[in-house]
């Protein structure tokens, strides 16, 4: 199939690029850089040996988009593009909604306008809300959002649903992202994040790269094993490898609907993650025990059987692999894409 990659520059989109031309598809992608760089193309054609398609454009742009909808002739979309920081999306909440949501809504006119019937669409486990009844399962209802980025993604979902209603040929797949970490074994591809990093392993990754003092574990007195926060982290080529499924089930069942978790089902502690991290590396992190961060829940982590049941798919990769990928891009990248 020829797939449209929206924000396919970016951290899940180049991994699944990849793993798209490696199942025999032709990813094409479009991207703003908003949050990417160029050089993450010329990665991927050391990679891949293809020059993948792409198209330097804004998704919530009707016309660019029209166009690009007229010249390529998709069978699938799968919509990665959005900005993704959580506590950028308290204190910039308008700019979130507009392109959060317009970029899903421009890509609904094209395809409905160019008979394309197939989209999947990067949501986030965040939108299942505070609740602390680990494995979180399709079937559980929201318990609300505590942020924007989160509601942004609450709300594309229900665009979606919507969507697939009114446009009953139309397949849909909303992906529930656990905790994406890892790099391509390669190291030439990986995660690029803009500023000072709010997620974990790059946290992790850029205090051992010397670029940041220390690392804070954050909340020891969780009621957890070891007192530190549990979430189930997925290696980013395993997750890439769930859209390959995601658009091949698509294409053999015309009418759904679905919303699937993507996660390995286990949950690792932040302690886990720093001791694996430093084991398989061979160096030691400098680290502070620190208070919890406001709203961090204790646990956190799917239960992945409707991905197994649904697409065939079930993740292969180790926490040992997710802390050893890692670092094998920070450490040849130490500034990202900008080394
Ligand atoms: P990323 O920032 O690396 O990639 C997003 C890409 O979209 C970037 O390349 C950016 O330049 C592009 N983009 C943003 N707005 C655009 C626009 N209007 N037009 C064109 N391109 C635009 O993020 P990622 O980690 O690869 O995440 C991909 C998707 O998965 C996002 O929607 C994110 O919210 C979602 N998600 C990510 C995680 C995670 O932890 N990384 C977890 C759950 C869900
Ligand atoms: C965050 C996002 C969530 C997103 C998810 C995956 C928030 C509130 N939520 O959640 O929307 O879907 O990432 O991208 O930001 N930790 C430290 N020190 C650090 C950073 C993190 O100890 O410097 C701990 C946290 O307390 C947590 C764990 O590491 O226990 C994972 O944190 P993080 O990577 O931010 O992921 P989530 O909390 O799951």
Known sequence: ??????????????????????AGHE?????????????????LKMITGKDIAFYEADVCDPAAMD????????????????YKAVPESVTKSVAYYRNNLDTTLTLCECMQ????????????A??????EESPLVET????????????TKYMNEQILRDAAISNPDWSVALLRYFNPIGAHESGLIGENPKGIPNNLMPY???????????????????????????????HVVDLAKGHVAACNYLEANAGVCEVINLGTGTGYSVLDVVNTFERVNHLELNK?????????????????SKAKELLGWQTEKTLDDMCRDSWNWQKNNPEGYDS
């Open 27 to 43: 990813p094409v992608i479009v991207d703003n850089l908003y949050n990417s760089s160029k050089k993450a193309l010329e990665r």
């Open 67 to 82: 166009d690009i909808f007229a010249k390529e002739n998709f069978d699938a979309v799968i919509h990665f593009a959005g």
């Open 140 to 151: 559980m209802p929201s318990a609300g959002c505590t942020n924007p980025y989160a509601w």
């Open 113 to 124: 306008k160019h008979g394309v019937k197939r989209i999947v669409f990067s949501s986030s």
């Open 126 to 131: 965040t939108v299942y809300g505070p609740i």
């Open 288 to 304: 502070v025990m620190a208070p919890r961060r406001p709203g961090d829940m204790a646990s956190y982590y799917s239960d992945p």
């Open 1 to 22: 199939m020829k797939i449209l990659l929206t924000g396919g520059a970016g951290f899940i989109g180049s991994h699944t690029a990849v793993e798209l031309v490696k």
């Open 204 to 234: 992790v990754t850029q205090v051992a790269v010397g670029r940041l003092p220390h690392l804070n574990i954050n909340g020891t007195d969780f009621p957890t094993p070891d007192g530190t926060g549990v979430r189930d982290y997925i």
